[in-house]
C-alpha cells in the first residue's frame, strides 16, 4: 500500500530527492544552520538557509527528525507542494524554529531548480531590474566621536548608508560597545533609560549631518524598546536630520499601534526583522504599518514567501530592506541579493562583512564591493559549503539568552532585548 508521503502525481522525470540533512558551523562564531538536499543524481544537490541562531539545536532536530521523511522520494521541482506539506505536517503552524527550518528546505530546492536549468536562481525569478543592490553598513562607537570615526571609515571604503549606533549605559545597550553604568543609585545598576536614549539620540544625529557628507544616508535601529509615544518624540525630533529610516521603533506586542506612529512623523519606519510567519510581514504592510519591510527571510519560510512579500511591497508603495547581519548564513545572504536585484519593491540590502574562515566553509560567499551586492552567475546560488572545513567550526549555544536576562531598566524590569 503506498504512502502519504510518496509523490501524489505523475512528474516529467525519475529524479527525487535522497537524503535531507541541517549542518551546523559556526566559523565566525556566530552559530549557522544550512540544509542540504542531496538528490538520486549524483553531484545534484541544493543549500538552504535555516540559521535560527538562537535555537539552532531546535531547528536542526527539526529538520532532521521531522521534515526529512516528508520529503525522501519526492520530486524535487515541486517546491510549492513541499513547503506547503512542512508547513501543514505539524497541524500547529508559524514561528521561526518552524519558518526557518522550511525556508531551508525552500531555498535548497530553489539551488537544486537553478542547478538543473544551469541558471543563477535571480533568472529563475524574472531576471535582473537593477544591476547590483546597495547595502548600507553598521558604525558604532561608545562615544558619538567614536561612532563618527567609525562612518567616515566606512564612507571611504565606499558606502553610501551608514546605520549610526552609539554606547548607551548598561548592560542593555545594543549595536555598540558596553559601557559602565551610570545609575549606581538605582536599584538595577547596570540599566537602561529610555529618557537618556531619548535625549542622546538625537545628539548623535546632529553631530552626523555637521560632520558627515550631505550625500550619506543615514539609519538607525531603536530595537524595539519605546512606547508609542516615545516613538512619536523620538522620529520627531529626528526630523531635521533626514534619515533614511528608523528601525524598529516598536515591539511585535505593539505592531498594531505603528500606524499611528508613521502617520506623526516624515521619518520612514523600517520594520519586519521579528516577523515569525508569512502573515505577520504582510499584515506589516496591509495595516500601513512601515515604508521598509525588514523581514529575515529564513523566517518567514524562506525565499517563495519573501517574493510573494516583495510583489505585495510593490503594489503597496513599500520597500525591501532584508535583514542581513552575521546571524544570515551566506546562502541566505544569496537569496537576499536574488530578491533584491528582480524586485521593483527594492529599498536598501543590510549588509555584513563576512571573515574568510566563512568564505573557506561556503564557498562562493557573496563580497560587497565599494557598498554593492552582486549576486553569483553560477547555477542555482553559486555557493557550496565545505564539510570538513565546516566540522572545524563547531556552534555552541549562542550568548544571546545570558545577554536578554541582563536587558532591564533601572528600576529591574526587563526590557525587550
Known amino acids: 500500500m503506498p504512502s502519504n508521503f510518496d509523490q501524489p502525481w505523475p512528474v516529467r522525470d525519475d529524479l527525487r530527492i535522497r537524503e535531507v540533512k541541517a549542518i551546523v558551523t559556526a566559523p565566525q562564531g556566530i552559530p549557522l544552520v544550512v540544509v542540504k538536499i542531496e538528490t538520486t543524481e549524483p553531484g545534484l544537490y541544493g543549500l538552504g538557509c535555516a540559521t535560527f541562531t538562537q535555537r539552532w539545536k531546535a531547528v536542526q532536530t527539526f529538520v532532521d527528525e521531522h521534515l526529512a521523511r516528508l520529503l525522501v522520494g519526492r520530486y524535487p521541482g515541486d517546491i510549492g ?120 539620540t538625537p545628539e548623535l544625529f ?65 520594520v519586519g526583522e521579528l516577523t515569525t510567519s508569512f502573515g505577520d510581514a504582510v499584515r506589516l504592510i496591509r495595516d500601513g504599518g512601515v515604508d521598509f519591510i525588514r523581514s529575515h527571510v529564513s523566517d518567514i519560510g524562506g525565499l517563495t514567501p519573501a517574493r510573494k ?58 563580497r560587497i564591493e565599494d557598498g554593492w551586492l552582486r549576486p553569483n552567475d553560477a547555477p542555482g546560488w553559486g555557493i557550496d559549503v565545505d564539510l570538513e572545513a565546516a566540522a572545524r567550526y563547531p556552534a555552541e549555544l549562542s550568548g544571546h539568552d545570558e545577554w536578554a536576562a541582563g536587558v532591564r531598566r533601572i528600576d529591574g524590569a526587563l526590557e525587550a532585548p
Open 206 to 270: 546632529a553631530e552626523a549631518r555637521h560632520a558627515l557628507p550631505d550625500n550619506i544616508e543615514l539609519l538607525h535601529d531603536v530595537h524595539s524598546r519605546l512606547t508609542p509615544k516615545e516613538a512619536v518624540l523620538l522620529a520627531r525630533s529626528l526630523e531635521p536630520y533626514r534619515l533614511f529610516f528608523l528601525e524598529d521603533v516598536l515591539a511585535p506586542e505593539l505592531w498594531d499601534r505603528l500606524p499611528e506612529v508613521r502617520a506623526a512623523s516624515p521619518v520612514p519606519l523600517a
Open 309 to 366: 512579500l516583495a510583489d505585495l511591497a510593490e503594489i503597496s508603495g513599500v520597500r525591501t530592506a532584508w535583514h542581513g547581519p552575521g546571524d544570515t548564513s551566506p546562502v541566505g545572504a544569496a537569496a537576499n541579493v536574488a530578491l533584491d536585484v528582480t524586485s521593483v519593491a527594492f529599498g536598501i540590502q543590510e549588509g555584513h562583512i563576512y571573515d574568510e574562515a566563512v568564505h573557506e566553509v561556503f564557498p562562493g560567499t557573496l
Open 81 to 200: 507542494d513541499l513547503t506547503r506539506l512542512a508547513s501543514y505536517s505539524g497541524y500547529w503552524r508559524g514561528g521561526p524554529v518552524t519558518n526557518n527550518s522550511i525556508s531551508g528546505i525552500d531555498q535548497a530546492l530553489w539551488d537544486i531548480a537553478g542547478k538543473r536549468a544551469g541558471m543563477p536562481v535571480y533568472e529563475l525569478l524574472g531576471g535582473k531590474v537593477r544591476a547590483a543592490a546597495d547595502t548600507y553598513i553598521h558604525a558604532s562607537g561608545q562615544t558619538i566621536e567614536d561612532t563618527l570615526d567609525h562612518a567616515q571609515k566606512l564612507i571611504a571604503q565606499g558606502w553610501r548608508h551608514i546605520r549610526l549606533q552609539m554606547s548607551t549605559p548598561g548592560g542593555g545597550g545594543y549595536g555598540a560597545p558596553r559601557v559602565p553604568t551610570l545609575y549606581p543609585d538605582s536599584p538595577y545598576h547596570n540599566g537602561w533609560s529610555a529618557r537618556d536614549y531619548l535625549r542622546t
